[in-house]
């Protein structure tokens, strides 16, 4: 089949699916999307991965209809939210997976945040964090050579008082979290799981939520409670096993203490010993 064929049958396939969810996105819109432009977009995202027209026809159109209830578009060039297949207990599921771009927006949109940065740590960057009275965090990218292998990410919340919360992940943690994932531990879904095609917006993703956790509620609206349940959901779904290892999205550990100034930042290596419950690490040059 030529490559033009089998566009125009994912198009005959999907198109009645689709139609089937205007009502369902219109009665669910509070942020007023348009269904054409969505359902469009959706339309691309089946011609690119056509696997996705193998899931559940219900849980395509509950995928639509999220859209409309989170407000976030479905644009491939917004890199905001992508439509995943999941296998589940039920077989295989659409998700609509929010990226780590997407999330950030619905933050700063609603207020909760000035603004929020998350990145991947490599081996031959500069790299120092730590917690306690002082917390600090100091990352300063290597760009004069090859950056080595990942070893963690971090996410970083300006609040627009002036304070500052962050989070670490190292990479065994990150890996436990993606061990979990239905999608990258079937094989045969490996290849359209998120942390096979989009690793580092992946690494990143995975340290932001650990982050929105932490984070005061007092500006959360309804547009952010909704997409912060949609990942809960998601992360449900995407669990063998989700008796005792998932609690709900609001009984996360309690909000941290906001900095209000941020220290002076003095490098510290590994070795020296570390003030006040501080944990600090290093990644220096190894030229």
Not at 178 to 207: F, G, H, I, L
Not at 214 to 232: G, Q, R, V, Y
Not at 247 to 261: L, Q, R, T
Not at 271 to 282: F, S, T
Request: net charge negative; with cysteine; glycine share 4%.
């Amino acid at each position: 089949m030529t490559n033009t064929n089998q566009q125009l049958s994912v198009i005959d396939r999907a198109k009645p699916i689709l139609l089937k969810a205007e009502k369902a996105f219109k009665n669910a819109n509070p942020h007023n999307m348009s269904f054409a432009q969505e359902s469009g977009f959706a339309m691309l995202v089946m011609q690119e991965n056509p696997y996705l027209l193998n899931c559940k026809p219900e849980s395509i159109l509950s995928s639509i209809a999220s859209v409309a209830l989170t407000g976030i578009t479905l644009n491939p060039a917004m890199k905001f939210a992508y439509l995943i297949p999941r296998r589940s207990k039920d077989g295989l599921k659409c998700c609509l997976d929010i990226s780590y771009i997407g999330m950030i927006k619905i933050l700063t949109d609603a207020g909760a945040v000035k603004n929020i940065a998350s990145e991947v740590v490599y081996e031959n960057d500069h790299f120092t964090y730590g917690f306690g009275s002082n917390p600090i965090l100091e990352h300063k990218p290597n760009l004069l050579k090859e950056r080595g292998e990942p070893i963690g990410a971090y996410a970083i919340a300006y609040f627009r008082d002036g304070g500052f919360q962050f989070e670490v992940m190292a990479k065994p943690e990150i890996e436990k979290v993606r061990a979990t994932s239905e999608s990258w531990k079937n094989e045969k879904t490996r290849e359209y799981s998120p942390w096979e095609t989009w690793t580092d917006q992946m690494w990143c993703k995975t340290v932001l939520k650990r982050l929105i956790k932490l984070l005061p509620k007092t500006h959360f609206d309804d547009k952010l409670i909704a997409a912060l349940s949609k990942e809960h959901e998601n992360e449900l779904a995407d669990t063998a096993d989700t008796a005792g290892r998932m609690e709900s999205i609001f009984e996360e550990p309690e909000e941290a203490e906001v900095v209000k100034e941020k220290n002076p930042v003095t490098t510290k290596s590994i070795q020296d010993e570390p003030k006040d419950g501080q944990k600090v690490i290093e990644v220096k040059d190894k030229s």
